[in-house]
């Protein structure tokens, strides 16, 4: 998706680590206009499937997911939770997930009846770097004994090893964006 390369390009910095700053129009600040057009490259890609949940992770996901809703006739969105609370259900699917940027395990949670058997689901999320989140994703879906219809990253860091990963487990992956290098904070996509 050009519109996103030039608007990572514009917008985007770059951290120690290759860490990838968007949160001027992603993840932390959402510019609401350009993540229609999101919503509706997912629908285009995914326009054969038909989806009855999207499921995404706490937080940065949960925006972007419920953009891409509207695209598929407004669809429930399901995020898997990383903090415990007294208001959850005590029926869950829980897995561990590792994440890259926080370096840090989170157990994350769906609860039983937001998964139900057979539905097909759609996962979404802002970034692929190692595949832990969508893994974990993938998991939970498995538990539940739903259809992973595929997963669509906005953000793919192509230079690590996620894509691999996921598709090694049996999932279709596609991003709107994949980052071929980092060089002197200079971003090359593929």
């Known amino acids: 998706m050009k519109s996103l390369e030039d608007k990572i390009r514009e917008e985007g910095r770059v951290r120690e680590g290759n860490i990838i700053k968007v949160d001027n129009f992603l993840n932390h600040q959402m510019d609401i206009k350009f993540l229609n057009e999101i919503g509706k490259e997912f629908k285009r890609i995914f326009a054969e499937e038909k989806i009855d949940k999207i499921l995404t992770i706490e937080a940065s996901g949960i925006g972007i997911a419920?953009?891409?809703?509207?695209?598929?006739d407004y669809v429930p969105v399901v995020f898997a939770k990383k903090?415990?609370?007294?208001?959850?259900?005590?029926?869950?699917?829980?897995?561990?997930?590792?994440s890259f940027t926080k370096n840090k395990e989170y157990t994350v949670r769906?609860?039983?009846?937001?998964?139900?058997?057979?539905?097909n689901i759609l996962i979404i999320d802002d970034f692929?770097?190692?595949g832990c989140a969508s893994k974990g994703l993938i998991e939970l879906v498995n538990m539940a004994k739903c259809n992973l219809v595929g997963i669509g990253i906005v953000i793919e860091k192509g230079f690590q090893e996620g894509r691999e990963v996921l598709e090694a487990m049996g999932a279709r992956v596609e991003s709107l964006a994949i980052i071929d290098s980092i060089e002197n904070g200079e971003i090359k996509f593929r």
Not at 84 to 98: A, F, G, H, I, Q
């Open 66 to 72: 419920a953009i891409v809703s509207q695209y598929f």
């Open 83 to 98: 903090v415990e609370s007294l208001n959850l259900d005590s029926d869950l699917y829980e897995t561990k997930v590792m």
């Open 128 to 130: 692929l770097a190692k």
């Open 110 to 119: 769906v609860g039983k009846r937001f998964l139900n058997e057979g539905e």
